[in-house]
């Protein structure tokens, strides 16, 4: 059965974006990305709100042709164009090429896709991910927290919402301060 994980970059005080949508803060280095890369591209299916989709779709499909991309980029942009993305949306009628769009999350369509073959598939966006989380449908988070304390933002995870118990199974510390947390849903 597929997993699905929420993988998120979240400030010291639990922000996932700073002021004004700002995510610059984020620390991605050379050696944090090839660790994203080689995390994600063992996966089989990007589940993402449409703010998240539509952030990434106006990057990563070419970002592979700007001179100025480090290899962990170039190898990340040819792993977005590769992997089906499913987008929850109420609004967006057009996504890109490998993406399907969904209209609501309903759970049992959720729980049909875990159990086709393939590897884990991983939420993106804390908006969605709440609503997975209401119908407890997440069964790993992996939170990257970096050595920020923005003051203000959007928190990753917003009040409200059913208590979720978690096992703590890997942390890892990277060469440039960013800690992550990997936990595991307790069932």
């Keep these: 059965m597929r997993r699905i994980v929420f993988h998120l970059m979240v400030s010291l005080d639990g922000y996932f974006e700073g002021?004004?949508?700002?995510?610059?803060?984020?620390?991605?280095?050379?050696?944090?990305?090839?660790?994203?890369?080689?995390q994600?591209?063992?996966?089989?299916?990007?589940?993402?709100?449409?703010?998240?989709?539509?952030?990434?779709?106006?990057?990563?499909?070419t970002?592979?042709?700007?001179?100025?991309?480090?290899?962990?980029?170039?190898?990340?942009?040819q792993i977005w164009r590769s992997m089906?993305?499913?987008?929850?949306?109420?609004?967006?009628?057009?996504?890109?090429?490998?993406?399907?769009?969904?209209?609501?999350?309903v759970p049992d369509?959720?729980?049909a896709l875990q159990a086709e073959p393939g590897g884990d598939m991983v939420v993106g966006g804390p908006v969605l991910?709440?609503?997975?989380?209401?119908?407890?449908?997440?069964d790993e988070y992996r939170l990257f927290v970096s050595?920020?304390?923005?003051?203000?933002?959007?928190?990753?995870?917003?009040?409200?919402g059913p208590p979720a118990d978690l096992d703590l199974v890997e942390t890892r510390a990277f060469g440039n301060g960013v800690v992550m947390l990997r936990y595991e849903r307790s069932r």
């Design 109 to 111: 369509e959720v729980r």
């Design 84 to 105: 089906p993305k499913i987008v929850y949306s109420r609004t967006l009628d057009a996504p890109g090429p490998d993406a399907t769009v969904v209209r609501d999350v």
């Design 63 to 77: 970002a592979d042709q700007n001179p100025g991309s480090s290899p962990p980029e170039v190898e990340f942009a």
């Design 40 to 61: 994600l591209a063992t996966c089989s299916a990007f589940l993402e709100g449409r703010v998240t989709y539509e952030l990434m779709e106006g990057y990563w499909p």
């Design 19 to 38: 002021p004004d949508a700002d995510i610059g803060w984020h620390r991605v280095d050379e050696e944090l990305h090839a660790f994203f890369n080689a």
């Design 147 to 160: 050595p920020v304390v923005l003051g203000a933002g959007r928190k990753a995870f917003p009040p409200g």
């Design 129 to 138: 991910a709440a609503a997975f989380r209401e119908h407890d449908l997440i």
